[in-house]
């Protein structure tokens, strides 16, 4: 018996020195990170990760390859520092620049200058003249020369109908191009709606169904909302100066005109169909026009300066009193904005008109602007950019992982990531864009990572590790540990 106990003791033994052996390789072959080198402030409590929780790039000493690089998780800061963008804006009626100052994904106007449009003084058979084309380069370069003093990180100029209708586009954007070395681009009547919502619907917006119309010199915008998202966008093509040009003779229009005015807007609208059986009740009003009209009306003592609400029934009451007399008419619109004094009056006519179409009760005056719109949907192409950009040095933590105390299989997390050229062995690794492709792990058969056991985890301290199934080479050894020490048992005997 004693015997036997001192070969049961010594294949116990080998059993355990077996295990340790097999303990051993498993963790020098599964890799972690050091938390000496890395900073994680992933924890492993039940709270739900931002959606801003990403896997960042982070340098590894350990890796033997220069060539790769380890991943830790983190969560980002959204503090953002102020940077300024530069939108210049050349309409029928009047071309601006504005400088808007970003901050935490807000928007700030700190500047505007505003320049009479050259298409309404320089055009001449439906073509901007030399005249007016220089002009207008001058004016480029003076509105750059404001960006420029600002650091503006964006310039943006557009143009809309202004530009859009003339015969000569092409020899006019071009020239300002080749002049300046800025691009002027041109908005189409419903890309024009849908930056004017997209401006309106942060700002304005305080009924969930209605109309807008953003009424330029040159066009005019119309959408449709409900649940304060466009249902019909389209554009008409008339805004309150060319109903001025067309149906007006003299300074403001008569009756006659008047009429001309509402038969065209009816036309335009009916061609586009609209679906008018909704009540809507409410229109909301975008651009100079409808700004001026809220300023005649304060101007007047009409409504208070904090007003920004009005039935249509006043509408009524100030056209009426707008075409008593023209003198004592071109006084009230020149102290509130000289400017428009021959566009107003049509404008007034188009809003009323669109207004019965549609069976409004309330005009609403917005207090944003189109270029708004243009920094809104500029913000939103720099974070796609940024975000193309940084897909090949950071993983979406949630594209990977959903829930960190869920393992997902190699499988499944290397068909997410593998446009990234992503490879997973012992660690997550990435290949630098100039590593040769034969030397890309991704492409050797061998290297591929089949075995649903393996799995990306996230451990205690926020880092990924990968763990692998020890079991079935331990028992190997086990079984193998016991044969032999039977053997030498046997032996013995």
């Given at each position: 018996m004693k015997f036997k106990y001192k070969y049961v003791l010594f294949m116990i033994f080998i059993i355990l020195c077996s295990l340790s052996c097999v303990i051993a390789v498993d963790n020098n072959q599964s890799s972690s990170f050091d938390d000496n080198s890395y900073t994680t402030i992933i924890t492993n409590d039940n709270n739900d990760y931002q959606k801003n929780s990403i896997i960042q790039?982070?340098?590894?000493?350990?890796?033997?390859?220069?060539?790769?690089?380890?991943?830790?998780?983190?969560?980002?800061?959204?503090?953002?520092?102020?940077?300024?963008?530069?939108?210049?804006?050349?309409?029928?009626?009047?071309?601006?620049?504005?400088?808007?100052?970003?901050?935490?994904?807000?928007?700030?106007?700190?500047?505007?200058?505003?320049?009479?449009s050259v298409t309404a003084e320089y055009t001449e058979n439906n073509n901007l003249t030399k005249d007016g084309i220089n002009?207008?380069?001058?004016?480029?370069?003076?509105?750059?020369?404001?960006?420029?003093?600002?650091?503006?990180?964006?310039?943006?100029?557009?143009?809309?109908?202004?530009?859009?209708?003339?015969?000569?586009?092409?020899?006019?954007?071009?020239?300002?191009?080749?002049?300046?070395?800025?691009?002027?681009?041109?908005?189409?009547?419903?890309?024009?709606?849908?930056?004017?919502?997209?401006?309106?619907?942060?700002?304005?917006?305080?009924?969930?169904?209605?109309?807008?119309?953003?009424?330029?010199?040159?066009?005019?915008?119309?959408?449709?909302?409900?649940?304060?998202?466009?249902?019909?966008?389209?554009?008409?093509?008339?805004?309150?100066?060319?109903?001025?040009?067309?149906?007006?003779?003299?300074?403001?229009?008569?009756?006659?005109?008047?009429?001309?005015i509402k038969i065209r807007t009816q036309e335009e609208l009916n061609k586009i169909n609209f679906n008018n059986t909704f009540p809507f009740d409410d229109l909301y009003g975008n651009g100079g026009t409808l700004y001026t009209v809220r300023n005649v009306l304060t101007y007047l003592g009409d409504i208070s300066n904090d007003t920004y609400v009005i039935p249509v029934s006043k509408l009524d009451s100030l056209l009426a009193k707008l075409l008593e007399n023209s003198t004592r008419t071109s006084e009230?619109?020149?102290?509130?904005?000289?400017?428009?004094?021959?566009?107003?009056?049509?404008?007034i006519v188009m809003t009323k008109e669109i207004s019965e179409y549609f069976k409004i009760q309330n005009i609403h005056f917005c207090k944003s602007k189109l270029d708004e719109g243009v920094?809104?949907?500029?913000?939103?192409?720099?974070?796609?950019?940024?975000?193309?950009?940084?897909?090949?040095?950071?993983?979406?933590?949630?594209?990977?992982?959903?829930?960190?105390?869920?393992?997902?299989?190699l499988n499944n997390a290397y068909a997410v990531i593998n446009n990234m050229k992503i490879n997973v062995t012992h660690t997550v690794n990435l290949l630098k864009d100039n590593e040769p492709q034969e030397n890309n792990p991704a492409n050797d058969s061998k290297n591929n990572i089949n075995d649903e056991s393996d799995a990306i985890?996230?451990?205690?301290?926020?880092?990924?590790?990968?763990?692998?199934?020890?079991?079935?080479?331990?028992?190997?050894?086990?079984?193998?540990?016991?044969?032999?020490?039977?053997?030498?048992?046997?032996?013995?005997r």
């Amino acid at each position: 018996m004693k015997f036997k106990y001192k070969y049961v003791l010594f294949m116990i033994f080998i059993i355990l020195c077996s295990l340790s052996c097999v303990i051993a390789v498993d963790n020098n072959q599964s890799s972690s990170f050091d938390d000496n080198s890395y900073t994680t402030i992933i924890t492993n409590d039940n709270n739900d990760y931002q959606k801003n929780s990403i896997i960042q790039e982070k340098e590894s000493s350990n890796i033997a390859s220069t060539s790769q690089k380890n991943y830790s998780i983190y969560s980002t800061d959204n503090t953002q520092e102020k940077e300024y963008y530069g939108v210049g804006n050349f309409g029928s009626n009047v071309m601006s620049v504005t400088i808007y100052e970003i901050s935490n994904d807000k928007i700030n106007p700190v500047f505007t200058k505003n320049e009479k449009s050259v298409t309404a003084e320089y055009t001449e058979n439906n073509n901007l003249t030399k005249d007016g084309i220089n002009k207008l380069i001058s004016i480029v370069n003076d509105f750059n020369g404001i960006m420029n003093s600002y650091n503006v990180t964006q310039k943006y100029l557009f143009a809309t109908a202004s530009l859009r209708k003339i015969d000569n586009t092409n020899e006019v954007t071009d020239s300002v191009l080749n002049s300046t070395n800025l691009d002027i681009h041109l908005i189409s009547g419903e890309e024009e709606a849908e930056l004017g919502f997209e401006a309106v619907k942060y700002t304005d917006l305080t009924t969930d169904n209605g109309v807008l119309i953003d009424m330029g010199g040159g066009s005019t915008e119309v959408i449709t909302f409900f649940n304060k998202t466009p249902s019909q966008v389209d554009s008409m093509p008339i805004g309150s100066l060319s109903s001025y040009k067309e149906y007006v003779n003299l300074e403001f229009p008569n009756e006659t005109e008047i009429k001309n005015i509402k038969i065209r807007t009816q036309e335009e609208l009916n061609k586009i169909n609209f679906n008018n059986t909704f009540p809507f009740d409410d229109l909301y009003g975008n651009g100079g026009t409808l700004y001026t009209v809220r300023n005649v009306l304060t101007y007047l003592g009409d409504i208070s300066n904090d007003t920004y609400v009005i039935p249509v029934s006043k509408l009524d009451s100030l056209l009426a009193k707008l075409l008593e007399n023209s003198t004592r008419t071109s006084e009230i619109i020149s102290a509130v904005d000289n400017s428009r004094i021959n566009t107003l009056l049509p404008g007034i006519v188009m809003t009323k008109e669109i207004s019965e179409y549609f069976k409004i009760q309330n005009i609403h005056f917005c207090k944003s602007k189109l270029d708004e719109g243009v920094i809104y949907r500029l913000m939103e192409n720099k974070k796609d950019t940024e975000k193309e950009n940084q897909s090949n040095s950071i993983i979406d933590y949630n594209d990977v992982v959903s829930n960190h105390d869920i393992p997902v299989t190699l499988n499944n997390a290397y068909a997410v990531i593998n446009n990234m050229k992503i490879n997973v062995t012992h660690t997550v690794n990435l290949l630098k864009d100039n590593e040769p492709q034969e030397n890309n792990p991704a492409n050797d058969s061998k290297n591929n990572i089949n075995d649903e056991s393996d799995a990306i985890t996230v451990s205690d301290n926020g880092a990924f590790s990968l763990t692998e199934n020890s079991y079935i080479p331990a028992a190997v050894l086990a079984v193998l540990s016991i044969l032999i020490a039977s053997v030498v048992i046997y032996r013995k005997r």
